[in-house]
Each structure stands twice: as C-alpha cells, then as structure tokens.
C-alpha cells in the first residue's frame, strides 16, 4: 500500500494521513509513503514502520518519473494520493503503471471553489480534472456536495465517487486537551481560530468583524492558530483595524487542543471547506461553534446534529453577530451546568479507517 501527498504540512489533509499512517491494520498493510519532498510539521508523526520515499519535486509534473519508477518497483497492490497536484500526477500516470494496480484519490476541499478561490490557471486545472480524475478507480470526498460538485462540473462517474468522512481520534484529542493548562490569560470572552493563513480561511473577515465584537465585550481576545502567505497581510490589518491588542497570531501548535477546550468560542470564517478536522474537533471538546455556511461539509455536519451557529459567508457583521450570541449563550451554559454535546459517532475513528481499509482491499 503506497500513500502519496506533496509534503506534510500543517494542513487537515496531512493530518489525516497521519492518522491512516497510524492506525491501517499491518496485518492487512504494508504501509509506504511518499512525499515530493520530505518536510512538514508533521512529519515527525508518521510511525516508525512505514517507509518514507522522497520523490525530491519541486512541482507534482517534476515527480512523475521518480513517481512512476516507485510504483513499478513496489508494485503496492493500491496507491491513494490526496490534495491536487498529487492527485493529478497519480492519474496522469495510469498508462504507465502497472495494469492490476488501483488508484484512488481523496479531495480536500469542494473543487469548484478551490477552482475559483485558491488555484492559478483554474481553466487549465478544470481540464486536468476532467481529463485524468476518470482514470481513478475511486475518488474519495469528504461531503455529498463535493461528490455533487465533482459530478456536475468535472466529469467524474458518480460510479467512481464515494463519501467518507474525515474522522476524529476522540479520545487523543480530549486527552491531548487536558495535558495543558488554560493557555488563556485575563477576563475574555476568548476567541479562537485555527487553519493555514490562506484567503480560503477568511481570518481577514474574522478581523473585520472583531470592531463590532468588541463593542460588546470590551475585552474579547483572538487566537489564531497556523502559519501561511498571507500572515504580514493579516498582521498588517490587525493593526489597521487597531486590533494589536486584541488579535493574537500565535503560528502553528503541535497541540493546539488546549486552546480549543478552553476557548470560549472556536470561529470557522472561511469562504469554502471539505470537512474541517478543527471544526469536528472543537465539537468533540464541547466548545461552542461559530461557521460561515459556506461550501462544502458545513450544512450536512450541521444537519448531523451539532451544536453550532451557522452565519452566511463573507458578512463581518453576521459573522460578529454570531460570535456575540454564541458568547452570550456560553456563558448562559456554564451557569447552568454545561451546554449539548455533539455525538461525533459518524466520524469515529476505527470506523472511518475500517471504510479505508475495505476500500482500499476491495
């Protein structure tokens, strides 16, 4: 079984995949890795036992004779490749790959918006997907939108779409949460983000609204945790918006648990999403929720029962008028003994990887 992601940065797809490192059955597996290069901070989580190749490419085209060469000497009896330029190498490649082999390929975000929001040359990437995702045996998404999407806009065979969610280690991440002390100082309410520092994220429309928070709570605080491009612009506003004092950008947390327990109030701002590992999360750490209703996984996580409040994309002042309300309501909860819990049993662990597994030997 060979996995294969451009690098292992601090992003949800990474993460999973450390997760799929860790926990595939090596009764069933035997696990390789690769990269197009060899980094990412969490690289230091995958399992001794799997062994790591390093393609040594720049960019996903560059990767694809190391690429080819890696499979045919492995011969792996399936290859599961995540995130774009990953994705695309790994179906362009099928002619040259041994026949009995399968391929599949997990999105992390819903395509369309990606398209228009996050990837240059988007008409030559619409046409990289319609032409090489067929080639896949399967392609995974995260959410029913995203099969929709990937069906009506890219013509991929709603035979060859599947959904399967991201899942939560609950237990590691509730234990994880306790091992540290409240990373909070001073009265609140505190607020926390966390995701790359990308436009994708909304952290610019978060800091937009904070004016208006404040007005409510003189003393409301941010975190936000990541690191991406856009952090000397987003610094930069922060301080425009007079928000130095209010807005904390804090970089990446190998555990950033803890600041999600005891925030007050997790924000997800963003303009489009797959499935956000930090969202479910915060839902499996009790911590009131405030999402943008944008594309992708929001509505059907919604649907499924969480408690959260849903406010329409790319508005500060919806968005600040969530933030305030869930505020208001968490405090209510506290006096009372503690808000609804969410029942994260569609996101469990062992069951998403047991759906990994029975699709990767099929």
Not at 149 to 158: E, G, M
Not at 232 to 240: G, V
């Amino acid at each position: 079984m060979l996995l294969l992601i451009p690098t292992l940065g601090g992003g949800g797809a990474e993460r999973f995949f450390t997760l799929l490192l860790r926990y595939l059955d090596r009764n069933l597996f035997e696990i390789h890795l690769a990269l197009l290069q060899v980094h990412g901070e969490y690289l230091q989580d995958v399992p001794a036992d799997v062994v790591v190749h390093d393609l040594n490419a720049s960019r996903a085209r560059y990767s694809l004779p190391g690429l080819v060469r890696l499979i045919w000497k492995l011969r792996p009896r399936a290859v599961l490749s995540t995130l774009p330029q990953a994705n695309v190498a790994l179906t362009f490649s099928r002619p040259f790959l041994p026949r009995d082999i399968k391929l599949f390929i997990a999105e992390a975000a819903l395509t369309s918006a990606e398209m228009k929001e996050d990837l240059p040359h988007p008409r030559l990437w619409t046409w990289l997907y319609r032409s090489f995702y067929k080639r896949a045996d399967k392609v995974l998404c995260l959410c029913d939108s995203m099969v929709d999407d990937l069906a009506a806009n890219y013509d991929v065979p709603r035979e060859k779409l599947t959904r399967i969610y991201y899942p939560v280690d609950v237990n590691h991440v509730r234990r994880m949460a306790a091992a540290e002390e409240n990373p909070y100082l001073g009265p609140g309410p505190h607020l926390v983000a966390v995701g790359r520092l990308c436009r994708q994220k909304g952290f610019d429309i978060l800091l937009n609204a904070m004016a208006a928070v404040r007005d409510h709570f003189p003393t409301v605080h941010l975190t936000i945790l990541g690191q991406g491009p856009l952090l000397c612009e987003l610094t930069e506003q922060a301080r425009r918006l007079d928000l130095a004092e209010t807005a904390q950008f804090i970089g990446f947390r190998e555990n950033p648990w803890p600041h999600l327990r005891n925030a007050d109030v997790f924000v997800l701002p963003s303009r489009f999403e797959g499935l956000p590992n930090v969202l479910l999360e915060a839902l499996a750490l009790g911590t009131p929720v405030v999402a943008t209703d944008c594309p992708g996984a929001i509505r059907e996580v919604q649907a499924g029962g969480a408690q959260m409040t849903v406010v329409p994309p790319e508005d500060p002042a919806a968005l600040a008028a969530g933030i305030v309300a869930a505020c208001n309501l968490y405090s209510l909860h506290r006096q009372n003994g503690g808000g609804p819990k969410t029942d994260m049993g569609r996101f469990d662990l062992q069951r998403v990887v047991e759906e990994y597994s029975g699709l990767l030997l099929s």
